[in-house]
Each structure stands twice: as C-alpha cells, then as structure tokens.
C-alpha cells in the first residue's frame, strides 16, 4: 500500500456516503464506497485498506431498530474481519447511523461487548421527535486518534435514535474509568446541560464513544456535514469559523501516514461551486 485507502460502506438506506467520501479525499484520502455485499463476498478486500467508514443515514430503514438489520449482518458475517481489522491497527469509523450499528454489533464500547451487547444501546430522543439542530461537543479523552484533545468542536446532528443508554451505573462508571467517552455535549462555554444542549436524553450527555484502543471512534453528530466555513449557520457573521468535521478526517488520514509509512495525498480545497450538504 502506498497512499492512505479509506472505504466507505454502503447499504439500502444510507444516504451520507458520498458527503464522507468527499470528506475523506479533502483530508487526503482514497476514498471508495463499497457496498457492504461485495465484502461479504470477498473479506479480503478490508486489506487493501486503513481506515473503514460506517457512513449515517437509515440503513435498511431502521426496520426493527436504528442500524439493528445492517449489526446483525456484520455480526453474522464480519465481525471477525472488523476485529482482524482494528487488531492490525487500522481504523473504525462511525457516524449517527454507523454509531448505531457499532453500538449494536459490540465494537463499541469494544472489549467483550460482543457478549454484552445490551450493556450499552443507543434509543429514542426524549424529546419523542426527530432532532435537526448543531451542538457543540467537548473531547473527554486523551486516547482517541479521531479527535484533537482540548478543542471543543460544533457540529449539526440528525436523528429521532440517538440517545445513549447503559445498563446499569455500574456500566457507565466503565466507560468514565476507561476513558470510552470520546465526546460530550455541552453549550458554547462548554459545559453540560439540559435540553437543547443534550438534545437527546443520552445519559452522562454522551454523545461518542471510543474502545480501549483509541482507534475506533463512534458518534452521533455528523462531522462529515461541516468541513468547509460556509455550512456553518452563522457563517456569514462570524467570519474565521473553520470546518470543524475536517479534524476528525485529518487526524485519522495522519494517524495512517505516521503509523503506516504511506503517503496522502495533499489535502483539497473545497469547491465552494458545488452544491452544499445540508
């Protein structure tokens, strides 16, 4: 391998896999979207990548839970090829609806959640309706090769699944103790509140998770719909907001460069001409 490969996976329903791909190659990846059959078919074709990318949107349309149909095909038929995978030091990915199928497979919170599956789940907002809005999030870990620590971030969600639930205080005491809340809500001054603030419910505000190794990250906002200033909200106000997505892709495009001895490619402008995600 000699440049940074990132693949995209794709299913019926989900409908942000493009917006991650353009993502991806404006950090300097090669990115493809490959649907989730063709490596059913063929595993191996995880080895010609780095970094794997469980995309948000509605995969199978959430019939029986958010992201359970597109869980239950990884956990039937890859999950030890996603494990090989994340053993081998590469890269995990998931957003909103990814979040939701690595929570429901048990590679998040990760360890031996495989068996533990309803340790942690992500359900119905409290609020009882579909959430559209931006929140700021604040990093709670030091581990996470996603995320830059200390830099609080801004982000829109989209989702009517996506509060957080543990089992039982004992389970949430594990992820404080481990360090697998990768991301909390909070307001602009950082600290954590009620609704809007945790527009969800999800219990401790948690808003991401990673696993013990830092390498797998999942969370609900989407950072793939901010990479670029002008999809801010208030863009035309505040003048130097940055894309705030594009420090997760690039942290991860640079974990690979360092740790893999491959090259990026040089990061991309966005092309303000095209159409903007919303």
Known sequence: MTEVKAIVLRAAGINCDMETEYALELAGARAERVHINRIIEQKNLLDAYQIVVFPGGFSYGD???????LANQIV?????PIQTFIEQGKLVLGICNGFQVL????????????????????TWNDSGKFEDRWVYLSPQTQRCVFIEPGRQIYLPIAHAEGKIVVKDQSMLETLRSEESIAFKYVDERGNEGDYPVNPNGSVDAIAGLTDATGRVLGLMPHPERFIRPTQHP????????????MTIFRNAVTYVRENFGVKSRPEKEPQTSEPLSL
Request: no cysteine; proline share 2%.
């Open 234 to 245: 208030r863009w035309t106000r505040e003048k130097n907001v940055d894309g705030d997505g």
């Open 103 to 122: 929570i429901k497979t048990g590679i998040l919170p990760g360890g031996d959640s495989i068996q533990h599956r309803d340790d942690v789940t992500i």
């Open 63 to 69: 019939d029986v839970a958010a992201g359970k149909i």
């Open 76 to 80: 039937h038929h890859l999950y030890d």
